[in-house]
């Protein structure tokens, strides 16, 4: 869930290339058959009424001892297979490298870059909708059954904290203020919340927006970041959401 915080100074580069060109985004589109019993057949009657019955030999008991239970490790899933790929988004998207530098990173952010922990398995992507590099599209998935309802837990309680943000990254300062929104609910937890930063990039006032959601499925955590050229479009973000969650139910998850 600790992706999501280094993408905020990495887009400062995409919104120089896009303070130039400020091109349309392209939103993501957004059995066994049944045998019937035999007829029991009734044997006839004897016609000896002195014969005795004919012996039986005796049935075999099967040992009433249990075999011990051998423990095994639940497995753990494929979460590379989880996460978004690239043929799951509409055409003109490509994938953006992950750059994890934490260079301006805002101060409500420190508890989370702080925590070492790590999940037993993660995977991340990301992904741009343009050659600028926005909008752009970041999804982390860890599993761990025994910490992901306390990293749901610490992530919300970090970013609550937020409020107002300056990022100050590449000689450009950016400045804004994020807080939660209302999302629909998906997966056992959802926290959902907004993010506009402003600034002068290249002599040219540019606003941009980002969307953050943070849930828990079963012992998995998923964090995902849309962001985009000016104010956040909640319609496009809600998309992306459900790509992310068909994908993990088509997928398969560890409750």
Same mark, same amino acid.
């Given at each position: 869930?600790?992706?999501?915080?280094?993408?905020?100074?990495?887009?400062?580069?995409?919104?120089?290339?896009?303070?130039?060109?400020?091109?349309?985004?392209?939103?993501?589109?957004?059995?066994?058959?049944?045998?019937?019993?035999?007829?029991?057949?009734?044997?006839?009657?004897?016609?000896?009424?002195?014969?005795?019955?004919?012996?039986?030999?005796?049935?075999?008991?099967?040992?009433?001892?249990?075999?011990?239970?051998?423990?095994?490790?639940?497995?753990?899933?494929?979460?590379?297979?989880?996460?978004?790929?690239?043929? %799951?988004?509409?055409?003109?998207?490509?994938?953006?490298?992950?750059?994890?530098?934490?260079?301006? =990173?805002?101060?409500?952010?420190?508890?989370?870059?702080?925590?070492?922990?790590?999940?037993?398995?993660?995977?991340?992507?990301?992904?741009?909708?343009?050659?600028?590099?926005?909008?752009?599209?970041? =999804?982390?998935?860890?599993?761990?059954?025994?910490?992901?309802?306390?990293?749901?837990?610490?992530?919300?309680?970090?970013? %609550?904290?937020?409020?107002?943000?300056?990022?100050?990254?590449?000689?450009?300062?950016?400045?804004?203020?994020?807080?939660?929104?209302?999302?629909?609910?998906?997966?056992?937890?959802?926290?959902?919340?907004?993010?506009?930063?402003?600034?002068?990039?290249?002599?040219?006032?540019?606003?941009?927006?980002?969307?953050?959601?943070?849930?828990?499925?079963?012992? =998995?955590?998923?964090?995902?970041?849309?962001?985009?050229?000016?104010?956040? %479009?909640?319609? =496009?973000?809600?998309?992306?959401?459900?790509?992310?969650?068909?994908?993990?139910?088509?997928?398969?998850?560890?409750?």
């Amino acid at each position: 869930m600790k992706r999501l915080l280094y993408v905020v100074p990495v887009l400062v580069l995409g919104l120089a290339a896009c303070s130039s060109n400020k091109g349309t985004a392209t939103p993501p589109s957004t059995s066994v058959p049944v045998t019937p019993a035999a007829a029991a057949t009734t044997p006839a009657a004897s016609t000896t009424p002195a014969q005795a019955p004919a012996a039986t030999s005796p049935v075999a008991t099967p040992s009433s001892a249990s075999p011990t239970p051998v423990k095994t490790k639940p497995a753990v899933p494929n979460v590379k297979a989880q996460v978004l790929a690239l043929s %799951d988004l509409p055409a003109g998207w490509s994938k953006h490298k992950i750059d994890n530098s934490t260079d301006g =990173e805002p101060a409500c952010f420190k508890a989370l870059v702080a925590d070492t922990h790590e999940p037993l398995a993660k995977a991340q992507v990301e992904y741009q909708g343009t050659p600028n590099g926005l909008p752009l599209l970041d =999804e982390e998935i860890a599993y761990d059954p025994k910490a992901a309802a306390s990293e749901f837990t610490k992530a919300v309680k970090a970013l %609550d904290r937020c409020g107002k943000i300056s990022v100050k990254t590449n000689g450009t300062t950016l400045s804004g203020a994020m807080g939660a929104m209302s999302f629909p609910k998906m997966g056992d937890q959802t926290k959902a919340y907004q993010l506009t930063l402003s600034g002068v990039v290249r002599g040219v006032r540019v606003t941009a927006g980002f969307d953050i959601l943070v849930l828990r499925v079963g012992a =998995e955590d998923v964090s995902l970041l849309y962001s985009t050229f000016g104010a956040p %479009d909640i319609r =496009e973000f809600q998309g992306a959401a459900k790509l992310v969650m068909d994908k993990i139910n088509g997928a398969g998850t560890t409750a």
